[in-house]
């Protein structure tokens, strides 16, 4: 008995239509996971530095050991701007100068400067993996000295001892020179931008676009959708009505969830860092492009919802069909977390450009970095997907397939088919 | 003029026909019968008229107005009520007559269509509970009031009385006949052979998509030699 039951319930839950949607995303993300390559490889690999050592000390030397051991150095030299050019060409990670005083220095009780020009291709939590190993050699480079100093037994202060070095650290990051930032300080301060933003957006288009496919489910299940179908109204205001009602019920809930969200992340970032004297502070135009970025993939992801809603037989089909544009959504968000849209591959930058939600989630960053094309293309791209979506969908509902559903081809003249009355 | 002119209407779905090429007829103030069984294609020739699916061949015009082309003229001058229609489960009944009656009109007619929805309804103080409290008798008397208190032309009407019980059927049918009265052209379908009788001036007979004899109840009687439509349409089908 009990067997029949499940077989039953099975048969009516184990569909192609559920089935298609989570096979497509596994491959998605299979094949997102290969292109974007392992986070434990590139922490093994060496960083690939260059280096220019002023002092030729003692000190110096026992740096450079350390640092030619477990880099990959692709400038060792006397010329800074030589150097920094070398490790552009060579996508290496930073150039690190040792000064001339440098060993001198710490023999006189005052920490040894180094000097890091650091190369940061992006903002993103995997872009900042690499120069985290080249911290990781400071710190090497800082416990050798001390060990000298150690065995020197010397009469400096134990604190110097303890951290004979400093930096000075400078980042070029997309054309811009950022003075006193390293790239791990720099994206704990964009950290807003790479974790909350996506969230938000992620959040809002799963909200609205559940409203919008689930009222499409009800309208069909309700069986309210033929008397809509038949009031003195434009096909265009049913399906702009829905999307708009949606997008305002998504964005309630949204807020709701980010009042929580937002305090939760304020705890990971540092307060005393002012983006301004930085150059990375937004005005007021940079606000109304993100406004508008957010609000056009809004009504984009909506449109997309509305086209799938059409498919939905009830509310409960309606969910399934939430599926996808949860997957979007969530590829998008997790993408832009973790990479920066300028490292990440060609084929992974199409797909990413195509999927609408991606660029309020990159508006904020790229406009701090004054990449404005990107934002403008995303949002003229997102609005003629929006439009051609709405087209779609007016036609869909011009159309039978919104009452009778799909007509199976091969059908026995005379014999009518399933998803409709006659 | 007449309310609908149906001229060798055929409508596929797919490979499947679902009409085979039907004309018919409704005059002004007049209420047509559709009868015949389930799947022969009344509601098809209703969805088709009420601008809800596409034609494959043949014309269909509404006062005039022909479909598809003049489609948003049509949907100004009908009213439809599917056989399986719902309301909206989350508004009262009376945020349902508002609704609807927002398309039709504004200021004072809106409040003439909303007064004439609350009196065909006849839902008392119930019209301030939540559709989704409603029996299926009253969801059924809400609609026929959403259908008909917009003063449509031609009201279309799909099994209006289905799965209610004897004294809401009739109470139905005693405002579809006050409608009419009213210079409502109502054009229905029913596979309930005697309020088909009791209710059309005249009615056609359709089976597998075709109509297999029309005219008033007492000509098709006379013309089948059968004491009522039931017995009309069970010979005209042979």
């Known amino acids: 008995m009990i067997g029949n039951i499940i077989k039953k319930e099975f048969k009516e839950l184990f569909v192609l239509s559920t089935l298609i949607p989570i096979v497509v995303v596994a491959i998605v993300y299979g094949s997102v996971g290969q292109m974007i390559g392992n986070v434990g490889e590139t922490i093994k690999e060496k960083p690939v530095i260059g280096i220019v050592d002023m002092d030729s000390g003692d000190f110096s030397d026992i740096a450079m050991s350390v640092l030619t051991e477990k880099a990959e150095v692709i400038y060792n030299g006397n010329d800074a701007g030589e150097g920094l050019g070398e490790v552009r060409e060579e996508n290496g990670v930073a150039l690190l100068v ?21 190369i940061m291709k992006g903002a993103g939590m995997m872009d900042s993996v690499s120069s985290g190993a080249v911290e990781g050699l400071i710190q090497s480079v800082n416990q050798e000295i001390s060990g000298k100093l150690i065995q020197q037994d010397s009469s400096l202060d134990p604190a110097l001892v303890l951290a004979p070095t400093t930096r000075i650290d400078t980042t070029f990051f997309k054309g811009k020179e950022i003075e006193g930032l390293s790239p791990s300080q720099l994206g704990n301060m964009l950290i807003s931008q790479s974790i909350v933003i996506p969230i938000v957006v992620m959040m809002l288009i799963i909200l609205a676009g559940a409203s919008v496919i689930s009222s499409m489910g009800l309208e069909k299940e309700n069986k309210t959708l033929e008397t809509l179908l038949t009031l003195p109204v434009r096909r ?187 | 003029m007449k309310a609908v002119e149906v001229r060798e209407l055929v409508k596929d779905y797919g490979n499947f026909r679902a009409i085979n090429g039907i004309s018919f007829e409704v005059n002004e103030g007049e209420v047509f019968g559709l009868i015949g069984p389930n799947g022969a294609g009344k509601t098809t020739a209703l969805r088709v008229i009420a601008t809800l699916l596409q034609i494959t061949s043949g014309s269909v015009t509404v006062f005039g107005y022909e479909l598809p082309k003049e489609a948003g003229e049509v949907r100004k001058i009908i009213s439809y009520l599917p056989e399986e229609a719902g ?72 099994e209006p009385t289905s799965g209610l019980d004897v004294l809401n059927a009739q109470e139905v049918r005693r405002i579809i006949n006050s409608s009419v009265e009213a210079g409502v ?29 029309s005219g008033t109840a007492a000509e098709l009687k006379k013309e089948y030699d059968a004491r009522n439509i039931e017995e009309v349409f069970v010979k005209a089908i042979k």
């Not at chain 2, 109502?186 to 297999?212: F, K, Q, T, Y």
């Open chain 2, 185 to 213: 052209a109502v054009l229905l379908s029913s596979h309930n052979m005697l309020e088909v009788e009791l209710l059309c001036h005249r009615i056609a007979l359709i089976n597998d998509g075709i109509i297999v004899a």
């Open chain 1, 236 to 422: 265009s205001n049913i399906v702009i009505g829905k999307m708009v009602g949606s997008a305002l019920v998504g964005m309630i809930m949204a807020a709701i969830y980010m009042i929580g969200f937002s305090r939760y992340m304020t705890s990971f970032q540092s307060s005393d860092i002012n983006l301004a004297d930085f150059g990375l502070a937004l005005g007021m135009p940079d606000y109304l492009l993100v406004g508008i970025s957010l609000f056009v993939a809004l009504l984009a992801g909506l449109s997309l919802c509305i086209v799938l809603g059409t498919f939905a037989k009830n509310y409960r089909s309606a969910q399934a069909l939430i599926f996808p544009i949860t997957a979007l959504a969530l590829f998008s968000a997790f993408i832009v977390m973790f990479k920066d849209f300028d490292t990440i591959p060609v084929v992974l930058k199409v797909l990413v450009f195509a999927i609408p939600f991606s660029h309020p989630m990159m508006a904020i960053r790229a406009l701090m970095l004054d990449n404005y094309s990107l934002v403008i293309g995303g949002i003229a791209y997102a609005a003629v997907f929006t439009a051609i979506m709405i087209a779609v969908a007016v036609r869909i509902f011009n159309s039978d397939r919104l009452l009778t559903g799909s007509v199976r081809r091969r059908v026995a003249r005379g014999k009518p088919a399933w998803g409709f009355r006659r």
């Open chain 2, 87 to 158: 309301a909206y489960k989350n508004l009262t009944g009376r945020e349902y007559l508002n609704f609807i009656a927002k398309f039709f009109g504004e200021g004072e007619k809106f409040q003439d269509i909303v007064q004439r929805g609350l009196k065909i309804s006849n839902l008392g103080e119930r019209i301030n509970d939540k559709v989704d409290t409603y029996s299926k008798g009253m969801t059924r008397r809400l609609l026929v009031g959403r259908a008909l208190m917009v003063n449509p032309r031609l009201a279309i009407l799909d």
């Open chain 1, 98 to 118: 040792i000064p001339e005083s440098f060993s001198q220095n710490i023999y006189t009780n005052h920490p040894g400067e180094i000097e890091i020009y650091w």
